[in-house]
């Protein structure tokens, strides 16, 4: 036996959510966004859940390379386009769709032109606000015709700072308007929208969307109370076992630091499952952590987390679940405990903990 920790990742949870981005999104075709490793997710998975989508979108070519050779044939779009001038090839090879964002990236590409033999799609990035990657308003349609006339083929794309706060909705409006104003009179389809203005700016989709964390059930805003009722289903469950049970008498304390101090004579539950494996260690007391009911398949109850998390275990007050015992099952997080949930009591969001679920933890796709 190996030691009792898994990731399942539920292939039919992607099906919903994809489903869930077209009811929101009809008239838009579907980047799936797969950069890191599929948010924790893997490519295998991706590849079986989301396979219906448009195509991916990624940021690293050899994860191009890896979707190829696992029989992906539908588009493949580098986010980030190019790192280096010599990947040209490659991409070309692949049949990537390429973003451009710099006048470098331009340059490579009017110097490659003459070995282009099928027509490279390519997503002309703008920087309407957001101020991280993109060609500036004014640079833009320069940057198009230059590219149109050297043979490629033109989409335009921008990306959002703030469609996840629902108090900045102008922000969003404004970012809009300057992308519209500066494409007018461009031919080309447009891509704008991530998961949060999927979910929440729906005058803002554009002819490509491209969903990430709401692909994976989670929230763009990292509270759950946000996507609560938005119909998406949680695609990993991070689950583990107790491997012992210590029994505390009121005043004694737990783990490193002794953070955590028994109120009352109380049972505790030591769960295989720690920070190296991706569990935050800056979870506070009080996370909601699912413990089986080891009488009744499926049913359990949601123990709080007590004492600081280790590299290897974490600890739960048993409190409120007498019959758990060694084997019971707990889910760390998935559809009993949204990842978003564990992530707000660590001072982070959804995103990085999927991330950095790690190597050791063995994947299951089901
Ligand atoms: C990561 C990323 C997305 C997806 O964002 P989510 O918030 O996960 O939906 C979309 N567009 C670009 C350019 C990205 O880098």
Redesign the pocket.
Known sequence: MNRPILASIHTQAFQHNLNRVRELAPESKIWS?I?ARAYGHTFDAVLKGLESTDGF?LLDIQDAVCLREHGWQGRILL?EGLFHENEIDLAQELHCDLVVHCETQIEWLERYADKVHKPISVFLKMNTGMNRLGLKPEAYRTAFHRLHSAGYRLHHMT?FANADQMDRKPTVDAQQELFNQTIEGLDGPTSLA???AILWHRNALGDWV?????LYGAS?TGLYADIEHAHLQAVMQLHSEIIDIQELQAGDRIGYGGRYEAPEPMRVGIVACGYADGYPRHAKDGTPVWVGDSDKVGSGIICPLVGRVSMDMLTVDLRNAPHAKIGSVVELWGDKVPVDQVAQMSNTIG?ELLCAVAPRVPVKII
Request: proline share 13%; hydrophobic share 40%; no cysteine.
């Open positions: 966004v950069k979108a986010l990306h991530n998961s949060a491209r969903p990430g964390i709401m763009p995103y």
